[in-house]
């Protein structure tokens, strides 16, 4: 069986790979180590092999994994990829550095207020229903613009960017269309006024297409860890 350390070495090599196809600085893509499910002596073996960021779904899960890796906890960076629901909205603001799913304003608000005053701004990403799935969650892409000028009014928020979680789809041309609307969207922000700098999209199946359109930062769990 492949060890982390080699599937980390492939997945670095895509993304060196896809970026070098489409003139881009490896350095402008970071690596996110999706671990759900998978225990925290995996994400030390991640991390022993020069592993430092790592995206986790289920808050609780997440909180124990990083009980057990508090020795790690200021070399890593830990964020929240999965939906968040506003009850669980303190443990977050305490825990990690990133949040990835922010879809409505009171969320936000709720995490700027309970962000401790000791640690720096949560970093966010608006989770966009690039898809249209109504069952999905995701900010609708209309209303990205409103929600991104109002949670760049909260004081303990800093936010960064646009995450997407495409629909699965078998053909290659409605993904691709998925990914290149984030890029528009992204695009679109910017010239807005907003200084966004992460577009939060890729995972194990389709990081080459999402660096081409423009992501900075894929999240990958099967390629490094395995079927979960
Ligand atoms: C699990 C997960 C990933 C990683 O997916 P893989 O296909 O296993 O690489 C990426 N993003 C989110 C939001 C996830 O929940």
Redesign the pocket.
């Known amino acids: 069986m492949a060890t982390i350390a080699t599937n980390l070495q492939l997945v670095n090599g895509r993304i060196n790979h896809a970026c070098a196809q489409v003139g881009r600085s490896s350095a402008s893509v970071t690596l996110l180590a ?1 671990s ?1 499910t998978f225990p925290a002596v995996t994400v030390r073996e991640a991390f022993s092999a020069g592993q430092r960021c790592f ?1 986790e ?1 289920y808050v609780q899960e997440a909180v124990d994994k990083m009980a057990e890796l508090a020795d790690l906890r200021d070399q890593i960076t830990w964020h929240l ?2 939906p968040l629901q506003s009850n669980k909205t303190r443990v977050v603001a305490e825990t990690f550095d990133w949040v ?1 799913t922010i879809d409505r304003i009171k969320i936000a608000q709720r995490l700027s207020e309970q962000r401790p005053a000791d640690l720096p701004p949560l970093q966010v990403c608006l989770q966009v229903n690039i898809s249209g799935e109504s069952s999905k969650s995701g900010v609708a892409p209309q209303d990205v613009l409103c929600l991104a000028q109002a949670v760049t009014q909260l004081p303990r928020l800093t936010l960064r960017g646009l995450m997407a ?1 495409p629909a699965p789809s078998d053909e290659p041309e409605a993904q691709r269309g998925a990914l290149r609307d984030m890029r528009i969207a992204f695009n679109h922000l910017r010239s807005e006024g907003i200084p966004l700098d992460t577009l939060s999209m890729g ?3 389709d990081l080459e297409e999402a660096i081409k359109q423009g992501s900075t930062l894929v ?5 490094l860890f395995g079927k ?1």
């Open positions: 999706a759900k995206g779904n990829i999965g990835h979680l995972m194990s199946a999240r990958v769990g099967t390629a979960r």
